[in-house]
């Protein structure tokens, strides 16, 4: 005697069509995993738009031991002084190291210092002492400059772009939530609360 057939619903028959082995891992399209990578990437760190390009690697202080007039340079740093001058501005930095998105890293050991003068007026009260400012030009020469009694030997660069970054704020986070707070006004009572 013949078993009797079994009739699938539609629905139980595509299922078990397409029915495949989980115990082998299925491969990823090479489109999703290259869409993948670019927004694994995309939110690192990036350099701003006007301040991007090919520049020499030399530092504001190797730039003063050795005459690099010609150079292609991104440099940065904190604002010393700004000269409003006939026809342009020129900002005295205090050269800084500069982070993966080319703003100045504050530290207490900063490089050297660097002219650098642009066509055209920036206002001083916006360009203000102790600002965080990244320039590119290349180097034009040197002047030497009195830094108090000191008589200092800088770079100058002819500024292509000046790029003054916005002021970031300090925020301190405190918490102080009960349970969690280190310090009890009252230890002496603590166990009498239970």
């Known amino acids: 005697m013949q078993a009797p057939t079994r009739t699938l619903h539609p629905r139980q028959a595509r299922t078990s069509r397409s029915h495949r082995d989980r115990s082998k891992p299925r491969a990823v399209h090479p489109r999703i995993a290259a869409l993948a990578f670019v927004l694994a990437f995309t939110g690192c760190a990036t350099v701003p738009t006007p301040l991007q390009g090919n520049f020499s690697a030399l530092a504001p202080g190797a730039a003063t031991q050795r005459d690099a007039t010609g150079e292609s340079v991104r440099w940065g740093g904190t604002i010393a002084e700004v000269e409003t001058l006939a026809g342009q501005t020129c900002f005295q930095l205090v050269g800084r190291p500069l982070d993966d998105e080319t703003r100045p890293i504050m530290s207490d050991r900063p490089e050297a210092r660097f002219l650098a003068c642009r066509q ?30 000191y008589d200092y030997r800088q770079p100058k660069v002819a500024a292509d772009v000046v790029y ?30 239970w």
């Open 120 to 149: 055209g007026f920036y206002e001083p009260q916006v360009f203000a002492k102790g600002r965080s400012l990244t320039v590119t030009g290349h180097i034009v020469g040197y002047e030497t400059r009195k830094v108090g009694d």
């Open 164 to 193: 003054l970054w916005p002021k970031r704020q300090q925020v301190y986070v405190v918490n102080d939530f009960y349970p969690f707070y280190p310090y009890d006004p009252w230890p002496s009572l603590w166990w009498r609360r």
